[in-house]
Nanobody
Framework: EVQLVESGGGLVQAGGSLRLSCAAS????????IGWFRQAPGKEREGVSC????????YYADSVMGRFTISDDNGKPTVYLQMNSLKPEDTAVYYC??????????????????WGQGTRVTVSS
């Protein structure tokens, strides 16, 4: 059974940092994409960042470019999202998700088949 477990959320002041972790398990295929999505109250879910196990290529939404960094554990299904210079508008529930489709790099959530339970990030002003 595929499982994704996020951790690392919390409350932080604007300008601060948090590091989210996502540990995926229950599969053996070595080509996958793990993405981070977020959903703020009253807003649609949006793609934040993703990383491909095939070549380490990454994607970032414009809203987080230069502030967030995604990384993995040498191709293992554990992914980190380092979030720096946090803003109140980054407040959301953050979800990691797994896809075995190369198309998932476009951050369309339709390509992600497995989702974690989410971790809440709150940035105070």
């Amino acid at each position: 059974e595929v499982q994704l477990v996020e951790s690392g959320g919390g409350l932080v002041q604007a300008g601060g940092s948090l590091r989210l972790s996502c540990a995926a398990s229950g599969f053996t295929f070595d080509r996958f994409i793990i993405g981070w999505f977020r959903q703020a109250p009253g807003k649609e879910r949006e793609g934040v960042s993703c990383i491909s196990s095939r070549d380490g290529s990454t994607y970032y939404a414009d809203s987080v470019m230069g502030r967030f960094t995604i990384s993995d554990d040498n191709g293992k299904p554990t992914v980190y999202l380092q979030m720096n210079s946090l803003k109140p508008e980054d407040t959301a529930v953050y979800y990691c998700a797994l896809s075995f489709s190369p198309a998932a790099q476009a951050m369309d959530d339709l390509y992600y088949d497995y989702w974690g339970q989410g971790t809440r990030v709150t940035v105070s002003s």
